[in-house]
């Protein structure tokens, strides 16, 4: 969603020296002219009345520059250098972070949409400060920002006011896939919420504000009638949110007896039986190179993601009633595409391999891909006729 472009900065500046006004420079890797900001509002207490100069001592000359509209022509959004955020040692075992000061540029691009430079890691330079903005100001401008981000939100998730899509029985691959879309987009601007508010102590109202579930940062009892239905959608979205966040720890689970044993009764469609033979031979195979966001990453975690999905769409209790066609189709389609992007990264694996042993392992995962593959579309082919 946000365009995150702190590692192709070189250096920029960010100047509010005219009240309600902020403009800006920033030079990116690749590119020779600056990326001009242009912005109506001002900065928090610590930026205001002043001219922000900073410099990426490690820029990534190795990404492509963003492509962002030039001039960037907007909205401010929270914009600080003094934003405390937890920081996590990779290298550590602690959970708990330190905590450490972030520069925080953020604005909405009438474009581009939201774009975020945030690190602690920029060397910077303040000037002297022409004029200060008060304290009741700022609230006034970082609740002006929250409307901002509200009225973004409400663009990228394009409901509709009155639709069926949610209610109708026995839907079509066609509305399935009408749903799983919404879903994403609803997951995604969770989490971007979660992100940027995880740390406020206002964290549940300002998301629930910004993702449209109440009317007011405080909701009183005027939205008692429609409370239920707000708090359903909410722990819907944060179970899965957590969902999302506890597969950073998918290395660790016991794939050989998570499914089939478990429970008496319990029914493991044979389709979804090699996806998961497919994924723990992928594990297997790349050991501690699986962790990160490279091809060993990717690879893994495709294969990892179409066990599961094809768990909740096949598996299930003897006695229990089928999934409806429809969702079996669209999941299915779904497990298409991350096929596609395992493949294309076990191409990758195979191109640098330099290890005999390893390289008939990626030969063999590939072509479970494709087995898999072959049975998902014949799985398709049948549900259609039927």
């Given at each position: 969603m946000a365009w995150r472009i702190e590692k192709a900065v070189v250096r920029g500046e960010i100047d509010n020296t005219a009240p309600g006004r902020t403009l800006g420079r920033i030079w990116l890797i690749?590119?020779?002219?600056?990326?001009?900001?242009?912005?109506?509002?001002?900065?928090?207490?610590?930026?205001?009345?002043?001219?922000?100069?900073?410099?990426?001592?490690?820029?990534?000359?190795?990404?492509?520059?963003?492509?962002?509209?030039?001039?960037?022509?907007?909205?401010?959004?929270?914009?600080?250098?003094?934003?405390?955020?937890?920081?996590?040692?990779?290298?550590?075992?602690?959970?708990?972070?330190?905590?450490?000061?972030?520069l925080s540029l953020e604005w909405f691009d009438a474009v581009n949409g939201r774009v975020l430079i945030?690190?602690?890691?920029?060397?910077?330079?303040?000037?002297?400060?022409?004029?200060?903005?008060?304290?009741?100001?700022?609230?006034?401008?970082?609740?002006?920002?929250?409307?901002?981000?509200?009225?973004?939100?409400?663009?990228?998730?394009?409901?509709?006011?009155?639709?069926?899509?949610?209610?109708?029985?026995?839907?079509?691959?066609?509305?399935?896939?009408k749903r799983f879309r919404e879903s994403d987009r609803l997951s995604d601007a969770f989490q971007e919420l979660m992100e940027k508010y995880i740390d406020d102590a206002e964290c549940q109202q300002k998301i629930a504000y910004a993702m449209g579930w109440s009317d007011a940062l405080h909701p009183e009892s005027d939205l008692a009638d429609t409370a239920t239905d707000i708090e359903w959608e909410r722990e819907l979205l944060i179970d899965e949110f957590a969902e999302e966040e506890n597969q950073d720890d998918w290395r660790k689970v016991d794939w050989e007896n998570s499914l089939g044993e478990s429970e008496e009764g319990f029914y493991v469609h044979p389709l979804q039986q090699k996806a998961q033979d497919c994924a723990s031979l992928a594990m297997e195979c790349l050991g501690d190179k699986m962790d990160g966001p490279g091809a060993e990453g990717r690879l893994c975690s495709q294969l990892m993601l179409i066990a599961a999905k094809l768990a909740g769409a096949l598996n299930g209790m003897a006695g229990d009633e089928e999934q409806e066609p429809g969702f079996v189709l669209a999941m299915l389609k779904r497990c298409l595409y991350w096929q596609n992007d395992a493949i294309s990264a076990c191409a990758e694996l195979l191109a640098r391999c330099d290890d005999s042993d390893e390289e008939k392992m990626l030969l063999r995962i590939r072509q479970a891909i494709f087995d898999i593959r072959e049975e998902i579309t014949e799985m398709r082919r049948e549900f259609k006729q039927n």
């Amino acid at each position: 969603m946000a365009w995150r472009i702190e590692k192709a900065v070189v250096r920029g500046e960010i100047d509010n020296t005219a009240p309600g006004r902020t403009l800006g420079r920033i030079w990116l890797i690749h590119h020779v002219d600056p990326l001009e900001l242009d912005l109506h509002g001002n900065c928090w207490r610590d930026l205001a009345g002043t001219i922000l100069r900073f410099r990426n001592p490690h820029p990534d000359f190795s990404l492509s520059a963003p492509d962002l509209a030039r001039p960037q022509s907007g909205r401010v959004g929270d914009m600080t250098a003094s934003r405390k955020l937890r920081v996590y040692q990779t290298d550590s075992d602690s959970s708990s972070g330190t905590w450490q000061n972030h520069l925080s540029l953020e604005w909405f691009d009438a474009v581009n949409g939201r774009v975020l430079i945030e690190t602690p890691l920029f060397e910077l330079e303040l000037s002297d400060r022409l004029w200060t903005l008060t304290q009741d100001e700022e609230a006034q401008q970082i609740q002006i920002n929250l409307e901002t981000m509200r009225q973004f939100m409400q663009v990228f998730l394009q409901r509709e006011e009155s639709t069926d899509l949610w209610t109708k029985e026995n839907a079509d691959e066609f509305a399935w896939e009408k749903r799983f879309r919404e879903s994403d987009r609803l997951s995604d601007a969770f989490q971007e919420l979660m992100e940027k508010y995880i740390d406020d102590a206002e964290c549940q109202q300002k998301i629930a504000y910004a993702m449209g579930w109440s009317d007011a940062l405080h909701p009183e009892s005027d939205l008692a009638d429609t409370a239920t239905d707000i708090e359903w959608e909410r722990e819907l979205l944060i179970d899965e949110f957590a969902e999302e966040e506890n597969q950073d720890d998918w290395r660790k689970v016991d794939w050989e007896n998570s499914l089939g044993e478990s429970e008496e009764g319990f029914y493991v469609h044979p389709l979804q039986q090699k996806a998961q033979d497919c994924a723990s031979l992928a594990m297997e195979c790349l050991g501690d190179k699986m962790d990160g966001p490279g091809a060993e990453g990717r690879l893994c975690s495709q294969l990892m993601l179409i066990a599961a999905k094809l768990a909740g769409a096949l598996n299930g209790m003897a006695g229990d009633e089928e999934q409806e066609p429809g969702f079996v189709l669209a999941m299915l389609k779904r497990c298409l595409y991350w096929q596609n992007d395992a493949i294309s990264a076990c191409a990758e694996l195979l191109a640098r391999c330099d290890d005999s042993d390893e390289e008939k392992m990626l030969l063999r995962i590939r072509q479970a891909i494709f087995d898999i593959r072959e049975e998902i579309t014949e799985m398709r082919r049948e549900f259609k006729q039927n």
